[in-house]
């Protein structure tokens, strides 16, 4: 289980937080169902570098919504001992 924790703080509310989670919210119903949480928090006090993400323990500032995938693939597949190359690639 791996839990991606994204801020909803205002500032990163502003940069896409919304978009953000939606983009994780579909990635993990298509990729990863039932194995990965995905949490919304306060500020994580890096609000000039939003939007702030967590993932596990590891935090990662600057995620737009366009990055959603590529963070996905590096951080939360590997995360959970998946290899990242495997997952099919899916256009919008
Ligand atoms: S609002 Fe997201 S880090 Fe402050």
Do not use: Y
């Amino acid at each position: 289980m791996v839990t991606i924790t994204v801020c909803v703080g205002s500032s990163c509310f502003l940069r896409g937080a919304s978009q953000v989670i939606e983009g994780f919210r579909a990635l993990i119903e298509r990729e990863a169902p039932g194995v990965v949480e995905l949490k919304g928090s306060f500020c994580m006090e890096r609000c000039g570098n939003g939007v702030t993400v967590k993932i596990g323990d590891v935090i990662l500032a600057d995620v737009h919504p366009e990055d959603v995938e590529n963070v996905f693939r590096e951080h939360v597949l590997p995360a959970l001992g998946r290899n990242a190359e495997c997952g099919q690639h899916v256009h919008h």
